[in-house]
T-cell receptor, first 114, second 113 residues
Framework: NAGVTQTPKFQVLKTGQSMTLQCAQD?????MYWYRQDPGMGLRLIYYSASEGTTDKGEVPNGYNVSRLNKREFSLRLESAAPSQTSVYFC?????????????FGPGTRLTVL | GESVGLHLPTLSVQEGDNSIINCAYSNSASDYFIWYKQESGKGPQFIIDIRSNMDKRQGQRVTVLLNKTVKHLSLQIAATQPGDSAVYFC????????????FGSGTQLTVLP
């Protein structure tokens, strides 16, 4: 998990509460991604940012918003949390838009929505 | 839509034996494939990749085989060690979704002493 940090590591929310997941990378990569991982399933892309100032929807964007604050930081916000958003969230940063061979993942945020 | 699936959700092997983890993909336009390893409580870690113009690629103790005819991908781990116990994911990247990987659901590999 070199180079990608996430906060918090664990979070419990009540339905309707909001929160922001933080991600930062120190590898000077342009691209940053947010995934969610549900039990027994592979990672699914929520949003990504190909470069500072740009964001695009992934496979499962509903209920989320993102902000690419600067080149280092990419945050994911849940405005009104729902139990269906209980998951493990991973931030990732590949070397480029196709540099997945050097994609580093953060340690994950384990979110429970009651 | 695209999908990447694994034949077996769990695999147990004896320490020192070779492991083979399989993956089927459905998008014939995919041209890049990756295997990731995920240990408990951690994020996925890149193991090895292969492009569609290849049918085999070797790394340190790992080999990936690609059969485009049947859209099948496999990961072979030689002399499996306890530290290899983890969930293994395959992922594919297609030219139509150049910025998005599609992940399989994973196979849990357990190495028995």
């Amino acid at each position: 998990n070199a180079g990608v940090t996430q906060t918090p590591k664990f979070q419990v929310l009540k339905t309707g509460q909001s929160m922001t997941l933080q991600c930062a990378q120190d590898m000077n990569h342009n691209s940053m991604y947010w995934y969610r991982q549900d039990p027994g399933m592979g990672l699914r892309l929520i949003y990504y940012s190909a470069s500072e100032g740009t964001t695009d929807k992934g496979e499962v964007p509903n209920g989320y918003n993102v902000s690419r604050l600067n080149k280092r930081e990419f945050s994911l916000r849940l405005e009104s949390a729902a139990p269906s958003q209980t998951s493990v969230y991973f931030c990732a940063s590949p070397r480029g838009q196709t540099g997945f061979d050097t994609q580093y993942f953060g340690p994950g945020t384990r979110l429970t929505v009651l | 839509g695209e999908s990447v699936g694994l034949h077996l959700p769990t695999l147990s092997v004896q320490e020192g034996d070779n492991s083979i983890i399989n993956c089927a993909y459905s998008n014939s336009a995919s041209d890049y494939f990756i295997w990731y390893k995920q240990e408990s409580g951690k994020g996925p870690q890149f193991i090895i990749d292969i492009r569609s113009n290849m049918d085999k690629r070797q790394g340190q103790r790992v080999t990936v085989l690609l059969n485009k005819t049947v859209k099948h991908l496999s990961l072979q781990i030689a002399a499996t060690q306890p530290g290899d116990s983890a969930v293994y994911f395959c992922a594919e990247l297609g030219w139509a979704s150049a910025r998005q990987l599609t992940f399989g659901s994973g196979t849990q590999l357990t190495v028995l002493p």
